[in-house]
């Protein structure tokens, strides 16, 4: 006699069905979160490239805007001897040419500390100082080296979370691995546990990867 529509046979014939559902659904949704995890990683890694990039040519930068300040220094500097020494002989004429020739911001400073001194100086001996050209253009090769700093934490924060994608493609690599046996092992018993194991991998790598940051091309 043919098994009734509802007997014992036909339950258990829904149960394997059901039992083999399982392990195409923890592969397909371990399969989508590696892929994300994959392509994450790519892209923190890129990141990471761009920014460890700017971070080794900023120094350079730096030291060619430190060497170049020091010149324009050292140049206002003698600047400043010779209007010293037009001044000293009673060269008016000369040391207003002088000061014409200072340029920015280097003008400014030698104004302000001009405006400090007596009108009529010619032929008299100075005795307040002179103008603080020293680091006048350090400004610039300050904020190169800022750069360096700044693209060298955002490197490591980007290889960071290029790391935490990684270890999120080996769980669920691992989930993959499982499901994927689960597929072909007989044994109900066995192929619920490697589903269950499957499954509760994928759903910690999902939450995972659902608090980590997220990268597109930039």
Same mark, same amino acid.
């Given at each position: ?102 340029? +920015? ?107 980590? +940051? ?5």
């Amino acid at each position: 006699m043919p098994p009734m529509a509802g007997g014992p046979e036909h339950g258990e014939g829904s149960a394997n069905d059901r039992a083999e559902g399982w392990p195409a659904v923890v592969l397909a949704g371990a399969a989508v979160l590696s892929a994300w995890a994959s392509f994450q990683r790519g892209d923190w890694e890129g990141r990471k490239s761009d920014h460890l990039h700017l971070a080794n040519a900023a120094p350079t930068r730096a030291s060619e805007l430190a060497i170049s300040a020091s010149q324009r220094e050292a140049e206002h500097m003698g600047l400043f001897v010779a209007w010293l020494s037009a001044v000293a002989e009673g060269q008016v004429a000369r040391a207003r040419y002088l000061e014409r020739q200072f340029r +920015p911001p280097f003008d400014a400073e030698f104004a302000r500390w001009r405006a400090t001194l007596p009108a009529d100086i010619a032929g008299g001996e100075i005795q307040v100082g002179r103008p603080a050209f020293v680091g006048l253009l350090s400004g610039a090769a300050e904020r190169a080296r800022a750069t360096a700093r700044a693209e060298s934490e955002a490197a490591n924060r980007a290889g960071a979370n290029a790391d935490r994608y990684d270890r999120s493609s080996v769980v669920l690599a691992t989930a993959l691995f499982l499901a994927g046996m689960a597929a072909v092992v007989r044994r109900l018993g066995a192929q619920r546990l490697m589903v269950a194991l499957a499954g509760l991998l994928t759903l910690v790598s999902g939450v995972a990867l659902l608090l980590m +940051p997220v990268s597109f091309g930039g």
